[in-house]
């Protein structure tokens, strides 16, 4: 039994929290919200994000930060991705001595276009960092249902150390040395949903998502080999996984806000109507400038981000796609 430090109280953390556990850790949940975390505690619920779920009656919650980093020196951050950086600021000297640090976030950070390993390693310096991605959608995966992720991380050592804090019976996770690949496939595939949205809120059917499916594939899988990853990291549960749960899944905040900005054409729209932290919208312009600069074609992403500055609607976006000459088909050119 190993002890974990689950930074973050919200749906994916509590998520995650109960995955631990159940991997037989003994696990700490910090939040800062007083209400959720004396509820978790006393009830072992988290009505607020779970509704009546009930939670593990072994794990316990702390809004005692100190407490938290005290109690492992294992520590899974599941916060907003568009507070990573200011929230490992505040937090760099509490980052000590030989602790691996896991991170579940998907996204690039716009200012930068880092990934968020690399936000970290720019703030904490050398660390043991690792992540765990794939197709995770917390709605069901608090609910016990089989899924599987991949633990990347520099080294096979440091991947299987986290493999086995998160294996159990309902979760499987296989290793992966290719962090770049794997980090950069989960961030991608939120804009390729955000595209598979705006698809089916204009009317199309499954003739279309499979397309932009495939395609927005495509250039996940170039953008990995441009950045000397493994892109058949993009066909793995990073990849491929995270795409098709995330595009299929009526639970998923990207494919839900593209679907609302296809059918109403409005960026002020679909965000009054729908999640107000949606990781492919924040990202979508980094990625097409991380793309330009090593020189890779990524049509799919960049209509995403021509909708989502306005420079295109969602109609003459998908028009300029179909426009597109055609070549030989091929997973990585």
């Not at 969602?314 to 088909?329: D, G, H, N, Q, V």
Request: hydrophobic letters at 45%.
């Amino acid at each position: 039994m190993s002890k974990v430090t689950v930074l973050g109280a919200g749906a994916w953390g509590s998520t995650l929290a109960q995955v631990l556990t159940d991997a037989e850790n003994e696990v700490l949940l910090w939040g800062r919200n007083v209400d959720v975390i004396s509820e978790i505690n006393t009830k072992h619920t988290n009505s607020k994000y779970l509704g009546a779920h009930l939670l593990p009656d072994t794990l316990q919650a702390t809004t005692d930060l100190d407490a938290a980093f005290a109690f492992s020196d294992v520590y899974v951050l599941a916060i907003p991705s568009s507070q990573l950086r200011q929230t490992v600021m505040e937090w760099k000297n509490r980052f000590t001595g030989d602790c691996i640090i896991v991170s579940t976030l998907k996204g690039i950070e716009i200012s930068s276009q880092l990934r968020m390993t690399e936000i970290i390693e720019e703030i904490l310096g050398p660390k043991k960092i690792a992540v765990i991605t794939g197709p995770n959608l917390a709605d069901e995966l608090i609910l016990r249902q089989p899924a599987a992720a991949v633990a990347a991380a520099g080294n096979l050592v440091l991947s299987e150390q986290v493999r086995t804090l998160f294996r159990n019976p309902y979760y499987r996770v296989y290793t992966s040395i290719d962090v770049l690949g794997c980090e950069m496939a989960g961030a991608i595939k939120n804009v390729i949903a955000l595209a598979v949205g705006i698809s089916i809120g204009l009317g199309y059917g499954e003739n279309t998502q499979a397309m932009l499916i495939t395609r927005g594939l495509n250039e996940v899988a170039r953008l990995c080999a441009a950045h000397g990853a493994d892109p058949l990291s993009a066909a793995g549960l990073a990849g491929m996984g995270d795409l098709v749960a995330t595009c299929g899944s009526p639970l998923s905040r990207n494919r839900t806000f593209g679907e609302l900005l296809g059918k109403t054409g409005s960026m002020d729209t679909a965000r009054a109507q729908g999640a107000k932290t949606v990781e492919g919208v924040a990202s979508s312009s980094a990625i097409v400038e991380i793309a330009h600069r090593v020189g890779v074609e990524v049509p799919v992403i960049e209509a995403v981000a021509d909708i989502v500055n306005g420079s295109l609607t969602p109609t003459e976006a998908l028009t300029r796609l179909m426009e597109i000459t055609t070549k030989s088909e091929n997973f990585i050119r």
